[in-house]
Antibody
Framework: EVQLVESGGGLVQPGGSLRLSCAAS????????MSWVRQAPGKGLEWVAN????????YYVDSVKGRFTISRDNAKNSLYLQMNSLRAEDTAVYYC????????????WGQGTLVIVSS | QSVLTQPPSASGTPGQRVTISCSGS????????VYWYQQLPGTAPKLLIY???QRPSGVPDRFSGSKSGTSASLAVSGLRSEDEADYYC???????????FGGGTTLTVL
């Protein structure tokens, strides 16, 4: 079964840091682009960042550039999101998602991990 | 303010056909594929339509997608109570070098 499991969320103060992880299983991880997508409480979805299979390309939404870093470890079938200089507006459920090789699209998604930035 | 524009809400009665629009620009919808996602309450989103009008296996043919120019739409026919959910359109944006989402449409079955 194709599965993505996020971890690492929690409560952090403004200006603090947090590292999210996403463990992948059931598919060949290094064959796929991977993305992080977030959803603030009661709001819509927002794509955050993605990374190519060999880590040679990474893209970010403007609001997190210079603060967030996406990375992956293909040997561990894992995706990461290092979040620094966190702001209240970064409060959200963070989902990791596989970008399908054939046809595109995010599928599947993990269950999400909640990040709360508050003092 | 989302890059792709969707109506915040849509509704219909059981059995009806409902369409949800998604408006963008030449840098996103006009030049790239559109994808649609369904998010049931309290769950992660699910891929509903890929490459404008293709359904992944397991998605009922009551769901269909189309694209014309810089706009796209999702149609749900034979509306059922379990279709109550939030629906999002997505496309790659060449100017932003990133994926852009619509603001989402909440579909209510009356």
């Amino acid at each position: 079964e194709v599965q993505l499991v996020e971890s690492g969320g929690g409560l952090v103060q403004p200006g603090g840091s947090l590292r999210l992880s996403c463990a992948a299983s059931g598919f060949t991880f290094n064959n796929h682009w991977m993305s992080w997508v977030r959803q603030a409480p009661g709001k819509g979805l927002e794509w955050v960042a993605n990374i190519k299979q060999d880590r040679s390309e990474k893209y970010y939404v403007d609001s997190v550039k210079g603060r967030f870093t996406i990375s992956r470890d293909n040997a561990k079938n894992s995706l990461y999101l290092q979040m620094n200089s966190l702001r209240a507006e970064d409060t959200a459920v963070y989902y990791c998602a596989r970008e399908r090789k054939e046809g595109g699209g995010f599928d599947p998604w993990g269950q999400g991990t909640l990040v709360i930035v508050s003092s | 303010q989302s890059v792709l524009t969707q109506p915040p809400s849509a509704s219909g009665t059981p059995g009806q056909r409902v369409t949800i629009s998604c408006s963008g620009s030449s840098s996103n919808i006009g030049n790239n594929y559109v994808y649609w996602y369904q998010q049931l309450p309290g769950t992660a989103p699910k891929l509903l339509i890929y490459r404008n009008n293709q359904r992944p296996s397991g998605v009922p043919d009551r769901f269909s997608g189309s694209k014309s120019g810089t706009s796209a739409s999702l149609a749900v026919s034979g509306l059922r109570s379990e279709d109550e959910a939030d629906y999002y359109c997505v496309a790659w944006d060449d100017s932003r070098s990133g994926w852009v989402f619509g603001g989402g449409t909440t579909l209510t079955v009356l």
